[in-house]
């Protein structure tokens, strides 16, 4: 037998429009509840449908495309693709790469991550060094250092990455994922330190009225 698909997003290894097999399936009145595989990374999904039809068991025969049926609505898939979370506080000029970047990331492009999480570190640190000459990370690294915008220790974790990813951009090797999953820690808890927890400071020192 020739199983149904779909086509979606894949929660677990973020490819987009890739197709699902149906595997199994339950029924309950007008309910069609498809536990269905990735075709890509084989992880699976719970597809919940809505039918106008009764005998809705049928569907799964026949390879047919459940998404294009015109007896079927989809509901709702589990688990749920989760959107990346940008730290508070930021412009939209950050948030923007932020996403991209994190979005490369859950679809294993590591060296597209990589190459936006610097872009995200660049901007964030021009907005507080913007005495500092034009794409010299290096330079607005140490200046926020100095500034204790900062700690030593991020400083440190900051130049490390800067030069591996300097490497994984425009060496010959791919970046590995570990690479790509350090730059997103990186700018996001450098984010957070600069921008969300200066904000939450401030708001709650409003709140006991204090300027």
Known sequence: ???????????????????????????????????????????SILAIFCCAQENISTFLEGGLDLLNHKYLELLRVYPEVEPPQVPQGVSDAIARPFIEAADNLRQKKYSSACAMFRRVLEIALKEFAQDIEARTL??????LAADHLITPAMKEWAHNLRLDGNEAIHGLEEATQELAEQMHDLCKFLLIYLYTLPKQVAEARNKRGVV
């Open 1 to 43: 037998m020739t199983h149904a698909t779909f086509v979606h997003e894949c929660p677990h290894c973020g490819a987009e429009n890739v197709a699902f097999t149906a595997r199994a399936f339950h029924t309950y009145e007008n309910i069609l509840s498809v536990l269905a595989s990735c075709n890509r990374c084989q992880c």
């Open 138 to 143: 290096e330079k607005r690294i140490d200046k």
